[in-house]
């Protein structure tokens, strides 16, 4: 009896996997000089990003960001982010769809997201373009940012 309880309790496999679930936002940009000539730079330094909504910030000030990892919210069908880089700050809308998948009874529930559209305030980002609509992991890449500065 005792060697069926433990044989039966076994922890569940899928709980294993990550279950933290975020859009990836990738940052591309171009600094143009007095000549003229851009230099497309993918390493962004002093940034700030907090959810509107949310009392948390998820990049305070930080050093050689390459890619956001922004969790969209599961209670709405709209995100917002707020950038803030070289002291100018931005908006970055989503509005997605978000999908409940049952994993099991010992970890319940993950929401995945589909992103319908994305757009910013206009202050500093340019453009942005959706590389992948669909938000299943914390390790994709889902949001193409472009913005240009002129030294």
């Known amino acids: 009896m005792i060697l069926m309880m433990l044989v039966g309790c076994r922890p569940d496999e899928v709980c294993r996997q990550d279950l933290d679930i975020a859009a990836g936002v990738v ?4 600094s143009v000089d007095t000549a003229g000539v851009g230099s497309e730079f993918t390493s962004w330094d002093s940034i700030t990003v907090q959810g509107v909504g949310r009392d948390s ?5 930080a050093k050689s960001v390459t890619i956001l990892r922004l969790p969209l919210r599961s209670d709405t069908a709209l995100t917002m982010f707020r950038l803030i880089w070289h002291g100018e700050e931005d908006t970055l809308y989503v509005r997605h769809d978000n999908t409940r998948r049952y994993v099991s009874m010992a970890c319940g529930c993950i929401i995945y997201h589909n992103i319908d559209t994305a757009w910013s305030g206009g202050v500093w980002i340019d453009s942005l373009e959706i590389l992948n609509s669909t938000v299943e992991s914390a390790s994709q890449n889902n949001i193409r940012i472009y913005t240009t500065i002129e030294e």
């Open 27 to 30: 940052l591309r940009g171009i």
């Open 57 to 61: 910030v998820l990049y305070n000030n």
